[in-house]
């Protein structure tokens, strides 16, 4: 099966509020991404894509999803969780090795080209997305 690496696509992973999912989306996203012939984003997709869903796991009490998107060369990880409270801002850099908490956020600006988050509010869905995104190269 030959496919474009050009073609958009879309996947979305719904996870209980339970510690196993983190490594049921890592290892989903790994799949994902090698069935699309990226591979080569891989280990720092699953890096971003753990400390993403272990903050949706770890801070709120609803369930979360995993978010994955492919467009014109840019993969957006984005996880989402039902708390409409935005996350902790991340630790600066020089301050993650002395942090107790923040570092996830930490590595996710350090390693992703672009992140952020948004609130959501469409069709009685609440909560937010924490995202990043990595552009390849």
Do not use: F
Not at 2 to 22: F, G, H, K, M, T
């Amino acid at each position: 099966m030959s496919e474009d690496v050009n073609e958009p696509w879309e996947y979305c992973l719904y996870i209980p509020n339970d510690l196993r999912a983190v490594t049921i989306s890592r290892r989903t996203l790994r799949l994902i991404l090698a069935m699309h012939g990226l591979t080569c984003l891989a280990d720092t997709a699953e890096l971003l894509a753990t400390e993403l869903i272990s903050n949706a796991v770890r801070h709120t009490k609803g369930p979360a999803a995993l978010r994955v998107r492919w467009s014109a060369g840019v993969l957006r990880i984005g996880a989402w969780d039902a708390d409409p409270e935005p996350p902790q801002p991340p630790v600066p850099p020089e301050r993650v090795a002395d942090a107790e908490e923040g570092r996830g956020l930490g590595l996710v600006r350090a390693c992703a080209d672009l992140w952020g988050w948004q609130p959501l509010a469409r069709g009685g869905n609440r909560g937010k997305v924490v995202w990043c995104e990595l552009v390849s190269a």
